[in-house]
Structure formats: C-alpha cells, structure tokens
DNA sequence: TTTTATTACCACGACAGACATAGTAATTGC
DNA sequence: GCAATTACTATGTCTGTCGTGGTAATAAAA
C-alpha cells in the first residue's frame, strides 16, 4: 500500500535488484516484488514496461526472447554493466537520502 | 546532491514539518531546507512555491501576509489540522517504503 | 465446449510534479 | 551606483506513472 510518489525515484533500483543474479521477465519481476514486499507494493504493469525500455535506453539491461515452446513468447532482460554500476550508485544514494529525510521525519 | 527523484514523494512532507512549530516562508524554509540537510539537498525555487500552492489547495496550510514595513512582502504559510493528520500519514507511510526499499538495497 | 483465470506483453494518451528560464521588486554592502 | 541577497511569480517543457484497452497462449472449471 505505498504510495508511487514516495517510491517513485526507487523502480528502476529494484528492477535492476532483482536482475543482478540472474536475467528475468516482467510477469515475474512483478510477482518478485509483490513477495519480496509483502504484497506492501505492488508495481504497475505499464510502470513495469516503461521502467525496461528507458534501463534498456540508458544501456543498464539488455533485453532477449525466451525460447519458450509454450505459453506467450516473454521478453527477458539481463542487466549490464553498467546498470550494475549505476546500482551501486543508487544504493550509496539512497544511504544519503534516508538520512536526509529522517531529519524531517517524526516530529509528533 | 540528492536527486530530484529519489526525494519527489517527500518534499510536501518536508515543507510540513518545517512548519510544525511556527508559520514560515519560501525563502526560510528553501534554507533551513539546505541547513537541515547539510547541504546534501537544495530544494528548486520553483519546485518550492508550486508546493505551497498544492500544499493550500489541497487545504494543509494556509497563507497570509507578512507585516514587513521594509523589504519585499513575505507570503507566509501555517499548517492546518489537516495538514498536520497528513504529516503524520506521511512519517507512518515513510516507515514503510524504508522497509521495502531496504529489501531491494545493497547485495553488492 | 464455452467461459474464466492466469500468464505475458504492448500502445496510447492523460496527468502531476520538478525544473529551466526569465522577470519583478526591495534592501544592504562595497 | 552596482552587485549581491532577499522574496516571489509566470510560463512552458520534460519525465515517470498510470488508466484504458488490446493481443495472445494455456489450463481449469462450468
């Protein structure tokens, strides 16, 4: 139940998350976030899809078909990288945000 | 140097806070803004004043005037009840979305 | 056997928030 | 007298999210 505002600045950080060990599709990123979250957020499809085609824009993922014999036909992607690289950065960047926004934080 | 991104669902929040105690102004609050943070985040003039006016629209604070005899006249803004039963929303909503980005943070 | 649910993806357009740019207006310090 | 600082406003652009709706395949239920 959080609010895409306040989690905005953060999907393509957990995309890229839930890429770092191994390529993976939308359907199942999706599922991954929803349990990895405890259903405590639960992404968009178009906010999913639009999120891979500016990573693959930017160069942090690169996309490949499945070769499923059954089923729709998925589109998987493997982060590069540099979309490794820019993880790292927004790990470090989140430190510095979190500490930021806890100074305003809890004041009642 | 926090992006705009990462910290966009927070600044009404922040503005708030900052408004807890005493009514205040733009140009005080884009300061203490940058003292509180330690210069870690400077807020846009224009990302400012359009949050006041969202902020008065949607009837979490209200304005009036400055009684300066000198200077340019000072649009002030004072937090309404209801703006501080968002706030409180806001620092409950914070805890949250800290735990869920925290699982999707830092296996690098 | 038709319907429904689930998996899997994509296109299009609307909307809100952040920001660049530029302008107004007054005071203080050099 | 001119720059720097204080204080605010108007306008338009850009990006990310999301609503809506569509395509396509399979499995299970009715």
């Given at each position: 139940m959080?609010?895409?505002d306040?989690?905005?600045?953060y999907?393509?950080?957990?995309?890229?998350?839930?890429?770092?060990?191994?390529?993976?599709?939308?359907?199942?990123?999706?599922?991954?976030i929803?349990?990895l979250?405890?259903?405590?957020?639960?992404i968009?499809?178009?906010?999913?899809?639009?999120a891979?085609?500016?990573?693959?824009?930017?160069?942090y993922?690169?996309?490949?078909?499945?070769?499923?014999?059954n089923?729709?036909?998925?589109?998987?992607?493997k982060?590069?990288?540099?979309?490794?690289?820019?993880?790292?950065?927004?790990?470090?960047e989140?430190?510095?945000?979190?500490?930021v926004?806890?100074k305003?934080?809890c004041k009642?």
């Open positions: 959080i609010g895409s306040v989690i905005r600045g999907n393509d950080t957990i995309i890229l998350y839930l890429l770092l060990e191994a390529p993976s599709y939308g359907y199942e990123i999706s599922r991954k929803r349990e979250s405890e259903e405590k957020y639960v968009k499809e178009t906010t999913l899809y639009s891979f085609t500016r990573l693959e824009r930017k160069g993922v690169e996309s490949f078909y499945g070769d499923e014999t089923g729709k036909r998925r589109t998987y992607y982060i590069t990288e540099s979309g490794r690289e820019y993880y790292r950065e927004k790990c470090e989140w430190r510095v945000t979190r500490e926004i806890e305003f934080i009642i």
